[in-house]
């Protein structure tokens, strides 16, 4: 198992690919503590042992020294993350150069001058634009039939990517200018949601709005270059306190994600009403499918709980089951705050090639619950939602059939599988 120290300084993206890659992998990644961006890497012992003195940079425990984000990233992985074959291994290289040289100048350029980093060139900044729209276009169209980029398991390559779109995501890319891509959406949220990328980045949050110009803003950056050099000068103790305020101003396009605010669940602002929806999730878990939808309908408040059916709208498109079943858990999964106050029951019905997606969900309130928060937009546009009377028969047989014995979609394909969403 690979162990060492990455040197690099607080919330660099670039860091970010190695530090999951060391979570997915149980790799002991010691982060220096004494490092200071501008200062230790400048030293004659930090430059003999990474010569242009960049970061991040890692030291194996026995004395090795690389550099370069990917290749440490692919260091401390595992084989699953690396790929299990030649062909695999080339896609991920693949996707490494993609994110490099497509994505990441497009990013910087069209980023940099909104944080003030450098000055506003409008031909510059529109030309980014066009480049950034397309690589997301090739990433919506590879992504179109598949969950992960390499294959249909989360590898490097997906990490790599995610990390380099972040500060598009983060500071550009508001609802409007990433709804063209849901595709690319669904993947990356999925990838950033995965405990291993949480346990790394934090709660991250998608722009609501896009960062606008502030042409004081580049002033000012200049101005508090001068007076951080000015204080290096006078004290190196006052620059390593002041730690944080140097890898703002030597590489803030690197010093994202600040600590999300802890928001309260939408369900919370809705009346309780008299279902205990945990309750019947026990029950059901615990007891015959035969007692368990009874029990529901003794224990439903059509009140304050809805029931909807969801169909996605897109089966033609579906190819293989196995890639039709991951559409399913990846949108389980970043519904994961939805589970507090709703329970579902989505199926699979068909083959490869000829097959469908579609479920009854049960929720509080009389709305579309997906409109009460942004992080749960990501899928719910994918499918036409019908609300359910939950006093007709054909309701509850619905009901009856989704978390029962499925049966057959409206085409007459057979049941494949199925996913409870509790």
């Not at 080339?90 to 003030?116: K, M, R």
Request: charge should be neutral.
């Amino acid at each position: 198992m690979a162990s060492g120290t990455l040197y690099t300084y607080p919330k660099n993206f670039r860091a970010y690919k190695v530090l999951i890659a060391a979570q997915y992998s149980g790799a002991q990644v010691k982060i220096a503590d004494d490092f200071v961006f501008g200062e230790t890497n400048k030293t004659e012992t930090f430059l003999k042992k990474f010569p242009f003195g960049k970061v991040p940079a890692f030291e194996t425990c026995d004395g090795k020294c690389i550099t370069e984000s990917n290749a440490i990233a692919y260091y401390v992985a595992n084989d699953q993350l690396r790929g299990k074959t030649d062909l695999e291994r080339a896609e991920i290289i693949q996707w490494f150069g993609f994110a490099d040289s497509e994505i990441l100048p497009a990013s910087c350029a069209w980023v940099f001058p909104l944080l003030g980093i450098m000055p506003y060139n409008r031909q510059t900044v529109e030309h980014a634009k066009d480049d950034v729209k397309k690589a997301l276009t090739v990433l919506n169209s590879h992504l179109l039939t598949r969950t992960y980029l390499v294959w249909e398991r989360l590898t490097l390559a997906d990490i790599s990517v995610a990390m380099t779109l972040l500060h598009l995501y983060q500071y550009i890319l508001e609802p409007d200018l990433r709804e063209p891509y849901q595709n690319v959406n669904r993947w990356f949220q999925t990838v950033i949601y995965q405990p291993e990328s949480i346990a790394v980045i934090g709660a991250f949050k998608l722009a609501e709005k896009m960062f606008e110009y502030n042409p004081k803003k580049f002033a000012e950056s200049q101005g508090k270059s001068s007076k951080k050099e000015k204080k290096e000068k006078e004290s190196k103790k006052e620059a390593k306190e002041s730690k944080k305020e140097v890898v703002e101003e030597l590489d803030p396009a690197d010093t994202i994600l600040a600590a999300e605010p802890k928001n309260s669940n939408p369900f919370n602002a809705l009346p309780k009403g008299t279902f205990d929806i945990d309750d019947f999730k026990r029950f059901y878990s615990n007891e015959e499918e035969s007692k368990s939808i009874p029990y529901f309908w003794q224990k439903f408040d059509p009140e304050h709980y809805s029931i909807w059916l969801g169909e996605y709208k897109y089966n033609h498109e579906l190819t293989k089951v196995f890639m039709s079943c991951n559409l399913i858990s990846g949108m389980y999964q970043r519904l994961d705050k939805m589970r507090k106050a709703a329970i579902a029951s989505t199926c699979l019905f068909g083959t490869d090639n000829d097959s469908s997606i579609s479920g009854i969900w049960i929720w509080r309130g009389q709305k579309l619950a997906f409109t009460l928060c942004p992080d749960w937009q990501v899928d719910y546009e994918s499918y036409n939602w019908t609300k359910l009377d939950p006093t007709t028969e054909e309701t509850k047989e619905l009901v009856q059939r989704y978390f029962t014995e499925p049966g057959t979609d409206k085409e007459g394909r057979k049941f494949n599988m199925g996913k409870i969403f509790k």
